[in-house]
T-cell receptor, first 114, second 114 residues
Framework: DSGVTQTPKHLITATGQRVTLRCSPR?????VYWYQQSLDQGLQFLIH???????AKGNILERFSAQQFPDLHSELNLSSLELGDSALYFC?????????????FGDGTRLSIL | GDSVTQMEGPVTLSEEAFLTINCTYT??????LFWYVQYPGEGLQLLLK?????DKGSNKGFEATYRKETTSFHLEKGSVQVSDSAVYFC?????????????FGTGTQLKVEL
């Protein structure tokens, strides 16, 4: 158990809809990261938050947004969903902020767009 | 930009065989290097890490040495077990903007048979 909790485990929805994925980091970790895992793109970095502030953006679509709340949990919002958004979305956390320490991953949310 | 290249899988071995999974990287500066393992239906688990040249990471019988001169971080295990069957990801950690991210290889599936 990594200590990172993601909910829900599975989401099935339709094109054009909006969903929210939730992540609770390990106790004491200030950094939260979001990644997308798909068969064609592999594991892709989406965004990094540190103590409520956005610190880095990767290949995140404009239809996607994230935030980190004062209690340090994070949410990833995906809107106007397309078939290609079907993927496994991982959250990770670390306690080392801007340094290069290891990230600890949750079990992911599997998103299926019908 | 940063990139990680892993050997193609699947790799199929008999129990107690020697394992090598090759990983090379391209990065500016001095990244930290990691191996993560993903069992079916689960998230990524940190297997081992190395933060500077010539460091050797080790865990559960797996080892990898950070080779700056060859930009490599090959994963090895002397005697694999059926329970080692999983997908293995090589990754590097690098600063990006004001934050941090992991760049992953495509993953190598390992199948260990009796």
């Amino acid at each position: 158990d990594s200590g990172v909790t993601q909910t829900p485990k599975h989401l099935i929805t339709a094109t054009g809809q909006r969903v929210t994925l939730r992540c609770s980091p390990r106790s004491g970790d200030l950094s939260v990261y979001w990644y997308q895992q798909s068969l064609d793109q592999g594991l892709q970095f989406l965004i990094h938050y540190y103590n409520g502030e956005e610190r880095a953006k990767g290949n995140i679509l404009e239809r996607f947004s994230a935030q980190q709340f004062p209690d340090l949990h994070s949410e990833l919002n995906l809107s106007s969903l397309e078939l290609g958004d079907s993927a496994l979305y991982f959250c990770a956390s670390s306690g080392t902020g801007e340094t290069r320490g290891p990230q600890h991953f949750g079990d992911g949310t599997r998103l299926s767009i019908l | 930009g940063d990139s990680v290249t892993q050997m193609e899988g699947p790799v199929t071995l008999s129990e107690e065989a020697f394992l090598t999974i090759n990983c090379t990287y391209t990065a500016t500066g001095y990244p930290s290097l990691f191996w993560y393992v993903q069992y079916p239906g689960e998230g990524l688990q940190l297997l081992l890490k190395a933060t500077k040249a010539d460091d050797k990471g080790s865990n559960k019988g797996f080892e990898a040495t950070y080779r700056k001169e060859t930009t490599s971080f090959h994963l090895e295990k002397g005697s694999v077990q059926v329970s080692d069957s999983a997908v293995y990801f090589c990754a590097l950690s690098s600063p990006t903007g004001g934050g941090n991210k992991l760049t992953f290889g495509t993953g190598t599936q390992l199948k260990v048979e009796l």
